[in-house]
């Protein structure tokens, strides 16, 4: 079964850090353009970061430039985020999400269940 | 940067009525790069539409999606109850590399 697990969600005081993990079976992440999606409380989906398949080219969204990074291990089939000086809007359910391997087109066609993060004092 | 809005914010309708509903980009993009997708609570959202027209796999033929230019469509033909759910447009391209629709909430009337 093709799936995507994320884990490393939790609470963590404005300025702190974490790193969340996003674990892939059933396929090769090597194959596919990763990304990170958010969706803060009873709000809309928000993109945050994408990584091609071979790491060569990394986007960011304005919102958490220079406080994020996105990697991969192809390897280890698994996907990462570090967060630094995390604030409240940062406020949170994180998923990873699988590009759609269709040439020419755009579309996320696997999803994570999604990690929790709460920033708060 | 390009902004999505999606009309109406809630539509209320039947079980088997037909839904549509709007996504209007504030510049032209390209139809291969308007996506679809639904969200239920406590669940990811659902890849249902990519290219503006092609169905995702597993995505029964009730919807369809359509439009080019700014305004794009998303129709469900005969509404089943499980399709009660919040839908999003996506776009590609341009800074930020992509953007969401704030979605539109398909509520049983």
């Known amino acids: 079964e093709v799936q995507l697990v994320e884990s490393g969600g939790g609470l963590v005081k404005p300025g702190g850090s974490l790193k969340l993990s996003c674990a892939a079976s059933?396929?090769?992440?090597?194959?596919?353009?990763m990304n990170w999606v958010r969706q803060a409380p009873g709000r809309g989906l928000e993109w945050v970061s994408s990584i091609t398949r071979g790491s060569s080219y990394i986007y960011y969204a304005d919102s958490v430039k220079g406080r994020f990074t996105i990697s991969r291990d192809n390897a280890r089939n698994s996907l990462v985020l570090q967060m630094n000086s995390l604030r409240a809007d940062d406020t949170a359910v994180y998923y990873c999400?699988?590009?759609?391997?269709?040439?020419?087109?755009?579309?996320?066609?696997?999803w994570g269940q999604g990690t929790v993060v709460t920033v708060s004092s | 940067e390009i902004v999505l809005t999606q009309s109406p914010g809630t539509l209320s309708l039947s079980p088997g009525e037909r839904a549509t509903l709007s996504c209007r980009a504030s510049e032209g993009i390209s139809s291969s790069y308007l996506a679809w997708y639904q969200e239920k609570p406590g669940q990811p959202p659902r890849l249902l539409i990519f290219g503006a027209s092609s169905r995702a796999t597993g995505i029964p033929d009730r919807f369809s999606g359509s439009g080019s230019g700014t305004d794009f469509t998303l129709s469900i033909s005969r509404l089943e109850p499980e399709d009660f759910a919040v839908y999003y447009c996506?776009?590609?391209?341009?800074?930020?590399?992509?953007?969401f629709g704030q979605g539109t909430k398909l509520e049983i009337k």
């Open positions: 996506q776009q590609y391209g341009g800074s930020p590399l992509y953007t």
């Open positions: 999400a699988r590009d759609l391997a269709v040439s020419g087109t755009i579309g996320f066609d696997v």
């Open positions: 059933g396929f090769s992440l090597s194959g596919y353009t």
